[in-house]
């Protein structure tokens, strides 16, 4: 019986459990002691359950505050302090710099994993020079970095944030298959545009709009919907009061957020994601499991995941006449190229993202950063 204790830290409950709950799972069957750490958000009963110990996090989401950036990362030492885990599991932009910070500090094994760079890295400004250093300091001495897409890899080799040697690729947090089922394509005239995400400008949200009316002006009877979070903790978070206008200009519809996207992912023609920067998008690997064909930023993050004019197309990013040719593309393809373009993604999902793949690949970290 294992009886080492792994403490995972993710910015905020949500993310831990629609992102780590497999790996989580993984870990417990093979005898592992699981804490977390992680800013309650009204999921941390839903994880609570599935682990030994949740503890509350304090952290900002809205960019970088020195004061309350030295409050997490101080939060962090005691957490480590009182914890005292075998190692540390690290994901999300914060939690794994401050995270990474006082491992080195106290020596404690741990494992970062970059889950993409964030707002700060789409454009160069004197934030990102800052970060850099912050990354640089983290890193100095982890053992082991998990990244989810090359760019984001080869950005830090060849910047001289981290050593070669030390960085490890995963294909995201893995999908579950049986969960993200594949579902069979809705024969309907209709077709229905469907984006998911946070309702945040760099997401692409604005190119989806445009893109949106460009092409209701020649296809009134097209669909464009909107699912995920509004008012989030984010730089550059939409407001409320633009998701209304666009409703009642007819442009698109909003659905809200949910626990269950798969109700939506299965009556959507296809899911778009007109991103600047990813990790790895679980939306996109999430509406390919369950058979749907995909359109996304030719962007790190999104690219990995389409292979262009067999599971989906890729658009040239920041570009809405690009992106509404593509999703025109979409429109006038027969059911019959639609499907075989869904099963392809689903076949793409369960031979390179499939969940059991991201599973073994921690374990086998674990197992070599511990023993």
């Known amino acids: ?23 989580i799972r993984n870990l417990k069957k093979k005898g592992y002691e699981i ?49 005292k885990p075998d190692i540390f ?20 094994p741990v494992i970062p994993t970059i889950t993409g760079l964030g707002t700060v890295f789409i454009k160069e400004n004197i934030l990102t020079r800052i970060v850099k250093q912050l990354y640089r300091l983290a890193f100095s001495s982890v ?7 090359q760019d984001d890899m080869n950005l830090f080799i060849n910047q001289k944030l981290l050593d070669k040697k030390k960085c490890y690729m995963s294909p995201g947090s893995g999908i579950d298959i049986n969960t993200f089922s594949l579902q069979p ?25 445009k893109a949106a009316k460009k092409i209701k002006s020649k296809y009134p009877n097209v669909r464009f919907q909107l699912l995920g979070p509004c008012d989030v903790q984010n730089r550059t978070a939409i407001d409320i ?38 990790g790895l998008s679980r939306v996109l690997l999430e509406a390919a499991a369950v058979g749907r064909p995909v359109i996304a930023s030719d ?22 006449n690009d992106l509404s040719d593509k999703i025109e593309n979409i429109i006038l393809l027969s059911y019959e190229s639609l499907e075989a373009m869904g099963l392809e993604g689903r076949k793409k999902v369960e031979e390179e993202f499939n969940k059991d793949i991201v599973c073994k690949l921690y374990t086998d970290a674990i197992k070599k950063v511990v023993e």
């Open 89 to 108: 599991l690290l994901f999300t932009i914060k939690p794994v710099i401050y995270g990474s910070i006082v491992s080195k500090l106290l020596k404690v």
């Open 185 to 209: 394509l809705l024969k309907s005239e209709e077709k229905i545009f469907l984006f998911i995400g946070r309702m945040i400008w760099d997401k692409g949200v604005g190119d989806f709009i």
């Open 241 to 278: 009061k633009d998701i209304d206008n666009w409703e009642r200009d007819g442009v698109v519809e909003y659905l809200g957020e949910t626990d269950d996207v798969v109700i939506y992912i299965k009556k959507s023609s296809c899911v778009v994601l007109p991103s600047y920067r990813e």
């Open 143 to 149: 053992p082991i970095v998990f990244f989810q897409n």
């Open 1 to 23: 019986m294992n009886n080492k204790k792994v403490l995972i830290c993710s910015n905020y409950a949500w993310t831990i459990y629609n992102f780590r709950m497999p790996l």
């Open 35 to 83: 804490e977390v750490v992680t800013q309650f958000d009204g999921y941390e009963k839903k994880v609570g359950r599935e682990v030994n110990r949740i503890n509350n996090l304090l952290i900002s989401r809205e960019g970088t505050n020195p004061i309350k950036d030295f409050f997490t990362l101080s939060h962090l030492f005691f957490t480590l302090i009182k914890t």
């Open 299 to 320: 962007v790190p993050g999104c690219r990995e995941v389409i292979d262009d004019g067999v599971n989906g197309f890729l658009s040239k990013p920041r570009d809405f």
